[in-house]
């Protein structure tokens, strides 16, 4: 029994390491395809081109044809979800990266292979004559709140349900060049259920070309007229099945099989739930115990994270809470991360974020991403952003307010000031699991005198004051300027 409980672990391991070597390994296509998009001679700050209004929430997206976008490869999504409203079940070919910007709420992913270990009693309370209800399983609710970063694989249906008392609004990166997505750039969506409006219909007219392609090349040649009218109704994927067909795969009613369809919802991808969702553990105080015991588990398992499952995966982390700042200046601001080391299922998603707060007239001192391109969203307040290309030439200095998205290509070196009256506060999604940062200052400390004397054409006493007067960190606070200046 020994034996095999070994060879089976030792298998587990190795079908891991070879799947972190092979994602590690190759690159799709679409990675090569973005090279020409990032001929980039001028920077725009992106605000939403398009809105979705639902029954309870709306849903604004960017246009991902900004070149911007096309060089960093990815989309973006902003839901705002009214209190007691429900984002419908969705998936996508695309990993996501998900900020809470205000609110609370909770989120059910439903994970391939995994147990269904949680029951929520039904109401005892039965018509007479009824059969009585069975207990409801399912996988587990999770808990999120301000400030969260959340990871959705490739593929996954999640849904969200706002708990709140405000209105709860998220910003979500689409990875649409991640190695996950075998399909093209173009950013999807899949909704389980609903009739769901599209949210990037910028990408829709070639999809809209092959959707009306003859039904018999898709379905068979004998496929009914009925049947094939019913399956252009709806927009949700059991939309394009027939009532009859559904109803005979999930054993269940016809009329059932017609509501699964939503083809006259008018409600879109996110609806009022009435009388608020019913779900077990209403103050969340067993769930924070249960994923107390699930960190303290995971840190007996070991740092490296290799025998951790994806059903116990631990998919959030709260990046905007003062006490895990990375970076801090009490004068300037902080900075906090969060990586496949702090969040080790960001290393299958290949994605990380930072969160950035600059008080006033702090300043983010000359920097760039190693290897990672970079989006900056802007939270709160306001503030100034300057991005430098390979020539010297400033291709972005401008003025940033909340909503706006400003891309960081790769290598182009960026400083943010936040304003005089008002701080600025931001989250910046990476396209790398463990994006790597180099700040100016770092280099001109670790470079000898002599080369930087002779590189910029300094005396030697100029060279001493610029390594080792300036400020220990990359966060720095403006001085006043003199009268004399």
Not at 42 to 50: G, R, T
Not at 136 to 143: L, Y
Not at 205 to 228: C, D, T
Not at 256 to 263: D, H, N, T, W, Y
Request: net charge negative; aromatic share 6%.
């Amino acid at each position: 029994m020994i034996t095999v409980t070994m060879s089976k672990h030792f298998l587990s391991l190795l079908s891991l390491s070879f799947l972190l070597y092979a994602g590690a390994c190759l690159a799709t296509s679409s990675e090569f395809d973005r090279l020409n998009q990032c001929q980039l001679h001028n920077i725009n700050a992106l605000e939403p081109d398009h809105r979705v209004e639902s029954e309870a929430g709306l849903t604004e997206t960017w246009n991902p044809n900004h070149p911007e976008l096309r060089c960093a490869g990815v989309s973006l999504i902003r839901r705002t979800i009214d209190p007691n409203g429900l984002h419908l079940p969705s998936f996508s070919p695309s990993p996501q990266l998900i900020f809470i910007i205000q609110g609370k709420g909770v989120l059910g992913l439903t994970l391939p292979g995994c147990p269904e270990p949680y029951e929520e009693p039904r109401s005892s309370q039965s018509r007479q004559g009824s059969r009585p209800q069975q207990p409801d399983s399912h996988q587990k609710i999770r808990r999120f709140r301000k400030g969260d970063i959340i990871a959705i694989p490739s593929g996954i249906p999640y849904w969200t349900y706002n708990n709140g008392d405000e209105p709860l609004v998220a910003i979500s990166l689409l990875d649409t060049s991640n190695i996950a997505n075998r399909l093209d750039s173009t950013p999807r969506v899949f909704y389980l259920g609903g009739n769901p409006k599209a949210e990037f219909p910028e990408t829709q007219e070639g999809q809209q070309e092959r959707h009306s392609l003859p039904v018999g090349r898709r379905a068979g040649q004998h496929q009914q007229e009925k049947e094939s009218e019913e399956q252009n109704e709806g927009n949700s994927v059991l939309s394009g099945f027939s009532s009859e067909f559904l109803a005979q795969t999930f054993n269940t009613e016809e009329d059932i099989a017609k509501r699964l369809r939503s083809p006259r919802d008018q409600r879109n991808q996110i609806v009022k739930v009435e009388g608020g969702l019913r779900i077990i553990n209403p103050e969340g105080q067993q769930e924070e115990k249960e994923e107390e015991e699930e960190e303290k588990h995971r840190s007996e398992q070991g740092r490296n994270g290799l025998e951790e499952t994806i059903c116990s995966a631990k998919i959030r982390e709260n990046i905007a809470n003062p006490a895990r700042a990375d970076l801090y200046n009490p004068r300037a601001g902080r900075i906090s991360t969060a990586n496949s080391l702090t969040l080790p299922i960001l290393r299958y998603l290949r994605l990380s974020a930072e969160y950035v707060r600059l008080y006033r007239n702090g300043i983010y001192a000359p920097h760039w991403n190693i290897d990672a391109n970079s989006l900056l969203y802007v939270i709160r307040g306001e503030g100034r952003v300057r991005i430098v290309n390979s020539q010297g030439n400033a291709v972005f200095d401008n003025k940033v307010r909340k909503g706006q998205l400003v891309v960081v290509p790769q290598n182009f070196v960026v400083a943010e000031q936040a304003g005089e009256n008002e701080g600025l506060e931001y989250v910046v999604f990476k396209t790398n699991d463990r994006a790597a940062v180099s700040h100016v200052q770092q280099v001109f400390r670790a470079t000898p005198a002599d080369v930087l004397a002779n590189a910029f054409g300094l005396r030697q006493r100029q060279v001493t004051e610029l390594k080792l007067s300036g400020n220990d960190g990359p966060l720095v606070h403006r001085q006043p300027q003199s009268q004399s200046d």
